[in-house]
């Protein structure tokens, strides 16, 4: 397990980063920067890309660079920072492959009830971060962790993403987290994925950044391990997840804030 919890300064860690690695450069001047924020901050920090997307709306969505491509600057990240790095898998034969190159897999919401998916990702040895279906109770994560465990493997974190709320948003019910919490595993509250507005007309998921200060604050608040935040340079020429990411200048603000207020309920 990666002791993302072993910090001085006790802070939340944070998973940050692009939605998706749309190149090289971009990825690395983007860790250079969170790490320099975190470093100062003493905030754990682990890096976030996925190496393909493969779940978009459209078919003329950009799903990724090409994945080992996309997986070798994961790695370069990792290597150059020293920082842990994530990624999504989506079948059972990725989690293999992408072990090679990442410190942690993340099994995406709508895919969190797949048994073998979850199996495979575990007999990696890696940690599994585990997103919480928009459809499912936070209770209902139980049995999710139960598979990865029970397949050999103790290493699990899991996230709060926001619950369906009527067709074309989500809502955050706060009480999830320390009810995940109870069954002894990190809780992530992935802040920018629980402001996405889905299923628009356009086909392109919209969302609330307005709203990503509100949200992160609440779930310091509440205790949250962790929180996952797609920050990008410039989030209007992103190409997935535009709508809702935080942009990387705003970074620095926000987690100065979340510092306080994670000092101020110890």
């Known amino acids: 397990m990666i002791e993302l919890k072993n910090n001085p300064a006790g802070n ?4 940050a980063g692009p939605c998706v690695i749309e190149g090289e ?12 924020i975190t ?30 491509k ?11 920072f020293g920082v842990p790095t994530v990624t999504d898998i989506h079948t059972a034969d990725e989690a293999a492959i ?39 109770s936070p ?16 290493n699990v974190m899991l996230t709060e993403r926001g619950t369906t709320f009527g067709y074309q948003d989500l809502v955050v019910d706060y009480r999830g987290i ?10 992530i509250l992935d802040v920018t994925h629980s402001l996405q507005q889905p299923n628009q007309t356009s086909g392109v998921t919209g969302g609330m950044p307005q709203l ?26 992103a190409k997935s997840d535009g709508a809702n990411m935080l942009k990387l200048d705003l970074l620095e603000g926000l987690l100065t804030k979340l510092v306080r207020i994670r000092e101020a309920i110890k």
């Open 25 to 36: 450069e971009m990825a690395m001047r983007i860790a250079e920067r969170v790490v320099k």
């Open 70 to 80: 996309a997986l070798k600057v994961l790695r370069k990240v990792h290597e150059t």
């Open 12 to 15: 939340f860690f944070l998973l």
């Open 98 to 136: 992408a072990a090679e190159y990442v410190d942690i897999l993340q099994i995406p919401a709508f895919l969190c009830r797949q048994t073998d998916l979850l199996v495979a990702a575990a007999k990696t040895g890696k940690t599994i971060n585990i997103k919480k279906g928009q459809f499912l």
């Open 212 to 237: 990503i200060e509100t949200v992160a604050k609440a779930g310091i608040a509440v205790g949250a391990d962790g929180i996952f935040i797609e920050t990008h340079e410039n989030p209007a020429i």
């Open 139 to 154: 209770q209902a994560m139980q049995f999710a962790a139960d598979k990865v465990v029970e397949a050999g493997n103790k």
């Open 178 to 187: 320390p009810e995940m919490q109870s069954f002894g595993y990190p809780v």
């Open 39 to 68: 470093e100062a901050l003493q905030i754990p920090y682990v890096f976030k890309g996925s190496y393909r997307k493969a779940n978009r709306s459209r078919l003329d969505s950009f799903t990724g660079i090409g994945d080992e």
